[in-house]
C-alpha cells in the first residue's frame, strides 16, 4: 500500500468502522491517476457577514490589547546597549581587566528583567508594573555601575544612558 492510499484511506475506515463497528462494508480505497495529483474538493463559498462584528471580529478592540510603545521603545533601547555593554566587558574581562566584573553582572542583570518587562509591555499584563519594580531596582544598579566608566568607555556610557531613561519611564509606570 503507497503511503498516499494510507493516509488518505485511514480515516473512512476507521470512520466507518467506528459507526458500523462492522468492518464488512469497507469503501474501497481512494482511486489513484497514474502520473497526475489528485487536488481536494474546493471548500464550499462562505455566506457574507451580517453584522459589523461579524465582517471583522478584530473590529473594537484597538485599546483593549495596545501594547505599551513608549516603555516597548526604552526597554528596547536598554536591551540594545546592554548587550553592547556586557559583551565590552566580557572582552576587556578576558584580556585581564577585572574591574569590569560588577560592571558586567549588573548589565547582565538588567537584561534579564527588562526583556521579561519589553514581554510584559507588549501586551495588556497585570504583571507590567510589579516588573517595572525590578526593573527599576536593576536599571538604577546598572545605571551606576555604568557610569563608574562612562569617561573610558563608550558603551558604559551608552547603557547608563539608555537605563537613565528606562528609570525615568519605569517610575512613571509605579506612579
Known amino acids: ?96 581587566d577585572t574591574s569590569m566584573a560588577a560592571c558586567a553582572r549588573s548589565a547582565y542583570e538588567m537584561l534579564a528583567v527588562t526583556r521579561a518587562l519589553l514581554a510584559l509591555a507588549a501586551g495588556p499584563s497585570e504583571q507590567l508594573v510589579g516588573q517595572a519594580r525590578v526593573a527599576l531596582a536593576a536599571g538604577e544598579r546598572c545605571e551606576a555601575e555604568c557610569r563608574k566608566h562612562e569617561g573610558k568607555h563608550a558603551a558604559c556610557k551608552a547603557c547608563a544612558e539608555s537605563c537613565k531613561a528606562a528609570i525615568t519611564r519605569y517610575r512613571a509606570l509605579i506612579g
Not at 463497528?21 to 474501497?28: A, I, M, N, Y
Open 1 to 96: 500500500m503507497q503511503r498516499r492510499e494510507f493516509v488518505l484511506g485511514s480515516p473512512a475506515v476507521l470512520a466507518t468502522t467506528a459507526c458500523s463497528g462492522s468492518t464488512d462494508e469497507l469503501p474501497p480505497p481512494p482511486a489513484k491517476s497514474p502520473g497526475k495529483a489528485t487536488t481536494p474538493p474546493a471548500a464550499p463559498a462562505k455566506a457574507p457577514p451580517s453584522t459589523p462584528a461579524a465582517a471583522d471580529p478584530h473590529a473594537g478592540h484597538a485599546g483593549h490589547h495596545a501594547s505599551d510603545d513608549t516603555t516597548l521603545g526604552v526597554a528596547a533601547e536598554c536591551l540594545k546597549t546592554g548587550e553592547v555593554c556586557m559583551q565590552h566587558c566580557f572582552m576587556l574581562l578576558g584580556q585581564g
